[in-house]
C-alpha cells in the first residue's frame, strides 16, 4: 500500500481482531503467532468442556441481561456471564449449556425479543477460559512490546493505553473479560472525529452507528477500497 498523509488514533478491535491492531505494535510474525495461540487454547478449552455455547440476546439492555446471567450461573451452579457487549440491545452471554439454558428462559420471562444460540466453538469471554488464558501467559511474556506510537482502545477496559506493558495485560485479560465494545465505541467517538472498520464485511460498522449515531463510521473490505478511502480522508 502507498504512502499516505493519514495517521491511525486510538485504534480499538472487538474479540479476536485485538491480536489484529497489535500487529501494529509487535510486528506481523509475531501478532500471526500470538493470535494463532489465542485461538488455538481457546479450540482447546471449548473441547474440554462439555456444553459449552454461546447465545446472543436481542432487545434487552446490557446491564439487566448481566444481571440476569449472573442470577441464573448462582441458581444452577454453573458459569454464565455477559461476554460481549455489542450494541445497547445486543449482549452475547457466555457459559456452561446448563447456565446458559436457564438464562435464556429468565431472559424471554423478562421481555428479551430474543436469545439465539451461536454457532461458536468455546464459550470466549467468560471464566471457562481460565485454562486457555493461563496457557497464554507464556506467549506473552515472552514477547518484547514496542512502545505504542499512538494510544489504542483496549476491549478490555473501554480505554485509550499507550503503555507496552498494560497492552501486554490487556491480551491476557480478555481471553476471560467480556468485550466491551459499546463503552469502546463511546470511547472512539469522544477522541476522534470519525471511524474506519478495515477488514471484511462491516459488522463492527453497523454496531458503531447503533452505539453513536452521529459519529461518521466507514468501512473498507480490500486493499484498493482502502487505498481510495484514506485518499478521501486525506483530501478531508
Same mark, same amino acid.
Given at each position: 500500500?502507498? $504512502? ?7 485504534? /480499538?478491535?472487538?474479540?479476536? %481482531? +485485538?491480536? *489484529? &491492531?497489535? #500487529? ?49 450461573? $448462582? ?7 455477559? /461476554?460481549?457487549?455489542?450494541? %445497547? +440491545?445486543? *449482549? &452475547?452471554? #457466555? ?69 507496552? #506493558? ?71
Amino acid at each position: 500500500m502507498s $504512502e499516505k498523509p493519514f495517521q491511525p488514533y486510538v485504534p /480499538a478491535s472487538s474479540t479476536m %481482531p +485485538e491480536f *489484529t &491492531v497489535r #500487529a501494529l505494535l509487535l510486528g506481523l510474525v509475531m501478532c500471526i503467532i500470538l493470535g494463532a495461540a489465542n485461538a488455538y487454547l481457546g479450540l482447546r478449552a471449548g473441547m474440554t468442556i462439555a456444553a459449552t455455547y454461546p447465545a446472543a440476546v436481542i432487545g434487552m439492555a446490557g446491564a439487566e441481561v448481566a444481571e440476569v446471567a449472573r442470577l441464573a450461573a $448462582e441458581e444452577v451452579g454453573g458459569v454464565c456471564s455477559a /461476554a460481549n457487549f455489542n450494541s %445497547p +440491545e445486543q *449482549t &452475547v452471554i #457466555a457459559g456452561d449449556g446448563g447456565s446458559i439454558a436457564r438464562a435464556s428462559e429468565m431472559l424471554k420471562a423478562r421481555g428479551a425479543k430474543r436469545v439465539l444460540p451461536l454457532p461458536v466453538s468455546a464459550p470466549f469471554h467468560c471464566a471457562l477460559m481460565k485454562p486457555a488464558e493461563e496457557k497464554l501467559v507464556p506467549f506473552l511474556e515472552a514477547t518484547t512490546f514496542r512502545p505504542l506510537e499512538f494510544p489504542v482502545v483496549t476491549n478490555v477496559d473501554a480505554a485509550a493505553n499507550s503503555d507496552p #506493558a498494560v497492552a501486554r495485560e490487556s491480551l491476557r485479560r480478555q481471553v476471560c473479560s467480556p468485550v466491551r465494545w459499546v463503552e469502546t465505541v463511546e470511547a472512539l467517538a469522544k477522541g476522534s472525529s470519525g471511524g474506519v472498520e478495515v477488514g471484511p464485511g462491516s459488522v463492527l460498522t453497523g454496531l458503531a452507528r447503533r452505539i453513536a449515531k452521529e459519529w461518521p463510521v466507514k468501512s473498507s473490505s480490500d486493499a484498493p477500497g482502502l487505498e481510495k478511502l484514506l485518499a478521501e480522508l486525506a483530501a478531508g
